[in-house]
């Protein structure tokens, strides 16, 4: 698996540089809203800052995620220390001899 995952790793840095390669000293007019001015930059630099702020984001929704499920485990912990005890109290706790018609024998 881990080999896999360094041939794609592979693969996805040899077509990035390919693209960089292609595109470099491309410019780009890129308009934020309807009519504010333009901005000029090259398409490398504007495909990285899209890079970058794809990571920030899905970082904060991969701790997010990894935050809640810290909370079900914790939940779940302390639910199962509970039932724990109590099946520990009851395994502890005297029987009372029942025959095979579930009536108490004595």
């Not at 896999?4 to 470099?24: C, E, G």
């Not at 009519?35 to 630099?45: F, G, K, Q, T």
């Amino acid at each position: 698996m881990k080999f896999l995952r360094l041939i794609a790793v592979i693969v996805i840095m040899f077509l990035m540089v390919v693209f960089i390669t292609q595109n470099y000293g491309q410019v780009i007019h890129l308009k934020f809203f309807w009519n504010s001015s333009s901005v000029e930059m090259d398409m490398v630099i504007l495909v990285f800052i899209t890079l970058m702020l794809g990571l920030v984001i899905g970082f904060l929704i991969a701790g997010v995620q990894i935050l809640a499920a810290r909370s079900d485990l914790r939940v779940l912990s302390n639910d199962y220390k509970k039932l724990k005890k109590e099946i520990d109290l009851l395994r502890n706790q005297g029987i009372d001899e029942v025959d095979g018609n579930g009536l108490k024998t004595e």
